[in-house]
């Protein structure tokens, strides 16, 4: 019974978020029971170009360290911002949400080779709250019942926090600034005088992942419900 209930709950999660989520926690999992090593992961150019060792252009983005709170935490904002904009602003533009993580991949890679950081998965979760964030202006926070914001704020609400915890934030750094650059190329230039939109979805993945129809009985969780908790008024992000 418990099973059936977790696979239908699991089919629930839109299929990019369901993707990469299920990609990060195998990929930890295996980590944790040395089947591999973090050593085959993380992000080398040296050994990607001369090595050919390609699948590293992966792999830095899902793993996210030991299981720990580290993990749980990334995990929980990585599963929420991106359910929140496969269902909400993307709801039905797969293709528009495939084509932003490529987007935002690429753009990690290359200023991973000018910056000093073996895994990019973390970089890669701020940027999704960036966008979210961006195209949520008017929507509430609560952190840790101490800081109430509006959405604009949550990045550096968590880079703030990342520097409390001693971390550093060149990786937060890095998530907002291809965020930035991702919402003003999508959602400010087209709608400038004289601007257009540069971003276009390559139509081979239009043809891939949009379908002509959407499922009547398929039902998106509230975009106003961080990952669908209802945390009352004033949402909270963490305890």
């Known amino acids: 019974m418990a099973y059936q ?37 993380y992000f080398n150019p040296e050994l990607i170009f001369k090595n050919f060792q390609v699948w590293r252009l992966i792999t830095n983005y899902l793993f996210f360290g030991p299981v720990g709170f580290n993990f749980l935490f990334n995990m929980i904002f990585l599963y929420r911002y991106c359910r929140m904009l496969e269902e909400g602003s993307f709801r039905g533009r797969t293709a528009d949400f495939v084509f932003m993580f490529l987007f935002g991949g690429l753009l990690m890679t290359l200023i991973g080779l000018f910056v000093n950081l073996v895994f990019l998965g973390q970089a890669f979760t701020i940027m999704l709250v960036y966008v979210w964030s961006r195209r949520n202006p008017y ?9 109430i914001f509006q959405a604009p704020f949550l990045p550096w609400v968590l880079m703030g926090f990342s520097l409390l915890l001693g971390n550093s934030i060149i ?14 190329l999508e959602d400010v230039f087209p709608n400038q005088p ?9 139509s081979v993945l239009k043809a891939i992942f949009d379908t002509p129809e959407e499922d009547p009985n398929y039902n998106p969780l509230p975009e106003e419900r961080p990952g669908g908790f209802a945390w009352g008024q004033g949402r909270q992000l963490g305890g």
């Open 5 to 41: 209930t977790f696979r239908q709950e699991y089919l629930q999660v839109p299929p990019v978020t369901r993707a990469y989520t299920t990609a990060c926690v195998l990929t930890t999992a295996a980590v944790q029971l040395e089947l591999i090593t973090p050593f085959q992961l």
């Open 139 to 147: 929507v509430r926070m609560n952190f840790f019942g101490l800081l």
């Open 171 to 184: 990786v937060d750094l890095l998530g907002i600034a291809v965020g930035h650059i991702y919402f003003f």
């Open 194 to 202: 004289g601007g257009g939109r540069l971003l276009r979805t390559p």
